[in-house]
């Protein structure tokens, strides 16, 4: 379902300020300079998901995780390799990346369901469905600038799982809003999970990535590190943190 070939990921970690011919000429003979200012994120990760499978991806801040699902859902093109995908992917990286804050909750979700590709006549079937699993009622007709950030993700998530897609991919969303919503996506999500949808999962919590996948991938600065049984994988990494 997913192939992952050989993929880096390099970003220049420096402002690039050619706007003169001085500064040209010094980028130019400054080489060490600019080895200095590139990172990779990502370098020459190799894995495979099989269609239905449910992998984690576990590692410390700045290991390569959300880079790796953004190369993957398409965000991001890698710097060298190759992402196969055979399905539809419902990304949810950054929720409520696709709102617009003056506009009010009723309107952003036709709006970001006409980002995510769905018409006009499938919002308006769907709607009261989001409305109800967002528990926003009562503020359907207030700006999402006025929403707090956990009132934001319940709208996000509310929209962007009313269609069980082939591929999903989830960046700690889970860990958004309060105990009851994030217990709430939780069981949304197995539901997902037990309709066959392929999941790709990052999560800093090793038990929801225990309880929720069948393997895991250790990623530790932008390598892999470890591949396999949901369980071993993020015992051997938890074991590394506390070690």
Known sequence: MIKVNNVSMKFNLGIEK???LKQFFIDVLSRKKKE???FWALSDVNFEVKKGEVVGFVGSNGAGKSTLLKVIAGVMKPTNGNIEVYGNICPMIELGAGFDMDLT?????????AVMGYSKEFILEKFDEIVEF?????????????FSSGMVARLAFSIATIVEPEILIVDEILSVGDIAFQQKSENKMRSMIGG???VLFVSHSVEQ??????????LDHGNVKMIGDAKEVC?????SQIA
């Open 196 to 198: 066959g949808t392929t």
């Open 105 to 113: 909750a009723r309107e952003n979700i036709f709006l970001n369901g």
């Open 134 to 146: 967002s528990e926003l009622k009562d503020f359907l007709d207030v700006p999402v600038r006025n």
């Open 36 to 38: 200095k200012n590139e």
């Open 235 to 239: 015992e051997a990494y938890y074991n």
């Open 18 to 20: 050619n706007f003169s």
């Open 209 to 218: 990535i225990k309880n929720l996948c069948d393997r895991a991938v250790w």
